[in-house]
């Protein structure tokens, strides 16, 4: 059975003194997603959509990969974890970074990253990646993999958001299980 719990984490910001001509600004609520089997935690701005899609790996092995969205504020949020079947190769985790990065490079302006950063992530060999996208637009991604777990972050926006207060909590805010 599929546990999604979704529990509030306040966004700790106390307004400045409000002038009565001035509108109060209300902080987003943001909110811990525990994902498929609790695998990992992550914060978005709001509760996001859940979706499973059912997928095959090359030899024809069926798996699920959970998909959690959310658009507010004129940005997108997305989190996707699945856990590859024992047919899918993982000995050489760069391997499915790399069709990861290669799968989505295509939107790209320019067809290539702007910014490619490999390292380990709580034992976990990961890759982040920015690139511009049509119209001032970027896309920046974390992807994962964690013996036979693969886990994407996506933030999707104008190009000074990908590198803004938001998408900096929504990457931070991944802890692993």
């Known amino acids: ?53 059912d997928d095959r790996s090359a030899r024809g092995t069926a798996f699920q990969l959970h998909s959690y969205s959310l658009e507010t504020g004129g940005y997108s949020y997305v989190a996707q974890t699945a856990l590859y079947p024992f047919d899918v190769d993982i000995t050489d985790p760069r391997v499915i970074l790399q069709a990861a990065l290669n799968g989505r490079v295509q939107q790209l302006v320019g067809r290539k990253w702007s910014k490619v950063d490999w390292r380990e992530i709580d034992g976990a060999f990961a890759v982040e990646s920015v690139g511009a996208l049509a119209g001032g637009n970027a896309l920046r991604q974390l992807i994962l993999l964690k013996e036979r777990r693969f886990v994407s972050l996506a933030f999707l926006g104008n190009a000074a958001g990908a590198t803004g207060v938001e998408a900096e909590r929504f990457f931070k805010s991944l802890k692993l299980a």
């Open 1 to 53: 059975m599929l546990r999604r719990e979704l529990f509030a984490l306040p966004l700790l910001a106390l307004a400045g003194m409000a002038h009565a001509q001035k509108k109060l600004v209300v902080p987003l609520a943001w909110y811990g997603v525990r994902v498929e089997d609790n695998v990992f935690t992550v914060e978005m701005p709001g509760v996001p959509d859940h979706r499973i899609v």
